[in-house]
């Protein structure tokens, strides 16, 4: 019998803040569930790879950074989603974190609300 190593993990190791709850102004049910704040996070180049691509296939995911699933962000009334594209500006890579800043202020959130 052979015995399975386990992969080692990548972990990201910094002090910085990595995420933040946000309440919601007008909380949702869902699955039995009240759900009235969202975890806002950072995330990884993988994730924003992923969600790009994603993009490109004209699909329209939960970007990665809020932790909810898809029937809940798509019932989100639209001020809290602003709520969430607003708290997210900090945990964004540097290289989407200006034009997700113009999109906000040009009208238009970064997630499609």
């Given amino acids: 019998m052979t015995e399975e190593t386990a992969k080692p993990i990548a972990r990201i190791v910094s002090d910085l803040p990595r995420e933040k709850m946000i309440p919601l102004e007008y909380p949702l049910e869902f699955d039995g569930q009240i759900i009235s704040e969202v975890r806002v996070r950072r995330v990884s180049g993988k ?53 997700a800043a113009r999109s906000l202020v040009g009208g238009e959130a970064m997630s499609g609300s």
Avoid at 52 to 73: C, N, Q, T
Avoid at 82 to 88: H, N, P
């Fill in 47 to 99: 994730e924003v790879q992923d969600y790009m691509e994603a993009i490109g296939r004209d699909e329209s995911p939960v970007p990665p950074m809020f932790d909810l699933p898809m029937e809940v962000y798509d019932a989100m009334d639209d001020d809290d989603r602003l709520s969430l594209d607003e708290a997210s500006l900090p945990f964004l890579p540097r290289r989407l974190r200006q034009a």
